[in-house]
């Protein structure tokens, strides 16, 4: 201890600030450390860096910026697993279930699709692995060719008349949270862990709404479709972006600079 008391004196001959600018920088670098890096630590050494590292940052002020790069990676790599204890689990098949809950982002409707998020009712007649989780689904307009091959999806007017914040019965197909291997690509797998998605799948016949929307989401809609209805041609779009955060009706590119901006 003290030959590292000796070291870290030459090397900082003031102690750091608590909470000072090296501290928030070392703490940074621990947690782009973990976001960046090609596996993850298991627990156990996460929890050890975590404590030895907030012990470090509190008790011996030249090593802070020491202490603040330990707890970044525990801290990070813990709430990674969190993240990840809340998804399906990586070899589950896909599976039907019947759920109950709510819309709580805005649906993205297409001609021919819809995909929305949706938050599985946390009550005992749910599966015990879904209660209270989120989803990213995707409702399909099914063809006649592909009909028989399918369970029968409900009318496009249906699927059109979903709305966020409205509660719905679905019989859905999940599966846990997977994407391309694709380098430089999406990384859906890693978009999900951080959106805290548990899985992801698609509707199936039948569906049923159950109340009409409300809350948060609920508003953004009306407030969404108010701008469109009043603000002529394609600048209402951005408004949304900006006033909602509602990116639906922009590209890719100008919807991050939008979402960023909101």
């Not at 209270?132 to 006649?144: K, P, S």
Request: glycine share 10%; proline share 8%; net charge positive.
């Amino acid at each position: 201890m003290s030959f590292l008391s000796d070291v870290f004196s030459r090397s900082f001959p003031a102690p750091l600030p608590l909470f000072g600018k090296a501290c928030a920088l070392a703490l940074l670098a621990g947690v782009c450390g973990v976001v960046f890096a090609p596996v993850l630590l298991p627990r156990m050494p996460a929890w050890c860096a975590l404590l030895c590292g907030a012990g470090v940052w509190c008790a011996m002020p030249r090593a802070r910026w020491c202490g603040a790069v330990l707890a970044g990676i525990g801290w990070v790599t813990l709430h990674a697993h969190a993240g990840l204890a809340l998804q399906l689990p990586a070899a589950a098949a896909p599976a039907d279930h019947v759920l109950r809950g709510r819309v709580v982002e805005l649906p993205q409707h297409g001609s021919r699709s819809t995909r929305f998020r949706f938050r599985v009712d946390d009550d005992a007649t749910m599966p015990a692995h879904l209660r209270g989780r989120e989803l990213a689904l995707a409702w399909y307009d099914v063809t006649a060719a592909k009909a028989p091959a399918r369970a029968p999806a409900a009318e496009p007017a249906l699927r059109c008349s979903l709305r966020a914040g409205a509660r719905w019965q679905l019989h859905a197909r999940l599966r846990p949270p997977r994407g391309l291997r694709n380098p430089g690509g999406f990384d859906a797998e890693r978009h999900a862990l951080l959106q805290r998605l548990s899985g992801t799948g698609h509707v199936r016949a039948p569906a049923m709404a159950l109340g009409d929307p409300t809350g948060l989401p609920a508003w953004r809609e009306r407030m969404a479709d108010a701008i469109a209805g009043h603000v002529p041609g394609a600048g209402a779009r951005f408004i949304q972006a900006l006033a909602l955060g509602d990116t639906r009706g922009l590209g890719q590119a100008t919807g991050m600079i939008c979402a960023r901006s909101a």
